[in-house]
């Protein structure tokens, strides 16, 4: 897993896109979470 500093404050902003994009936000932010964790790496 990785530890994101600012995961939390993307966390809360994803929450309130998930109510209007719907499951797209959630494979959006899959995507973006594995684009971000091998860098992190």
Do not use: H, T
């Amino acid at each position: 897993m990785c530890n994101i500093k600012s995961d939390e404050e993307l966390s809360k902003q994803w929450r309130l896109l998930f109510l209007y994009i719907g499951d797209y936000g959630f494979y959006i932010y899959l995507l973006k979470f594995v684009a971000i964790c091998p860098v992190a790496l």
